[in-house]
């Protein structure tokens, strides 16, 4: 029996004591914790080792000083977080769920995917604008992205997207019965996805960004153009609302291409001009 299964039945049965509450939180945050390091350590293990991963780094440049440690010491906070949001959910029965089918299982999926790219669209470009970076600031510690960046968040940071996400869920349980593992697959393909996005490493081919799902699906060079220029590449996992608002990179589609081939940027701020091919700065 699993902690948060303790907890629904202690939660039901009205017998629940904060010591359940903050056992049941250690227990998720490790639970999370250990996730965390078996993913990330396979991430890291495969950057360090693979032929592939170093043959197609999108940015050839070093981590900034301090900046793995850094991204930790935000990741830790993240995780119980993480933990006793959860926790809080289950303890206070907000989230019901309706049966394990096949059907709603696809439609909790889809409409967790379309929903979330909305909310982190718009609250990223908020989050851009100088009057609320300072929220935002932690996350592009990492000009150079690595694994580690997928949780490294302040905290006010990962509320807004925890609101946009378990908070979503949790409304929209009030109205449609949401299927727990719909839940639990876009929970793990949005944190996998995010991982491979902070990877650095181009895993797609050349020809990808010019195919019809191409258009819509990024790579993980779209995400690393984001941290190392700041302003533009604002979506999730798709490039949708960047198109409808103008915020795409016009060399993406060449530094994805270059990427792919080997040929990684090597200078901060290095940018492709679509027409000639030729580098210039911004």
């Known amino acids: 029996m699993t902690p948060l299964s303790t907890l629904r039945e202690m939660q039901a049965a009205g017998d629940l004591s904060i010591v359940a509450v903050l056992a049941a939180t250690a227990a998720v945050a490790l639970a999370i914790a250990f996730r965390s390091a078996v993913v990330l350590g396979a991430a890291f293990l495969w950057l360090r ?5 170093k043959r197609r780094l999108i940015l050839r440049l070093p981590y900034a000083d301090g900046q793995i440690l850094a991204e930790l010491r935000a ?11 959860v926790v809080a959910i289950v303890s206070l029965g907000l989230l019901p769920l309706g049966p394990p089918t096949l059907a709603g299982g696809i439609l909790t999926f889809a409409l967790m995917f379309v929903w979330f790219e909305i909310w982190f669209y718009a609250t990223h470009r908020l989050l851009h604008t100088p009057r609320f970076y300072w929220i935002h600031r932690q996350h592009h510690t990492a000009k150079v992205v690595d694994p580690l960046t997928s949780l490294s968040f302040s905290l006010l940071e990962r509320l807004i997207l925890l609101s946009g996400s378990v908070g979503f869920a949790v409304v929209l349980a009030q109205w449609l019965p949401l299927s727990a593992p719909g839940l639990i697959a876009y929970g793990a393909v949005n944190y996998l996805l995010n991982v491979l996005g902070h990877s650095n490493v181009e895993v797609f081919p050349g020809w990808f960004t010019r195919s019809r799902i191409g258009r819509l699906v990024v790579t993980p060079t779209y995400h690393a153009l984001h941290h190392a220029r700041y302003r533009g590449h604002y979506g999730l996992f798709t490039a949708i609302l960047d198109r409808a608002f103008g915020s795409v990179f016009p060399d993406y589609d060449q530094v994805q291409q270059r990427a792919s081939a080997g040929d990684g ?16 700065e911004g």
């Open 75 to 85: 990741a830790v906070p993240v995780v119980m977080l993480d933990a006793a949001v």
């Open 49 to 53: 080792l693979s032929a592939f991963a």
């Open 265 to 280: 940027l090597s200078r901060q701020g290095e940018r492709i001009a679509p027409a000639s091919g030729k580098a210039m």
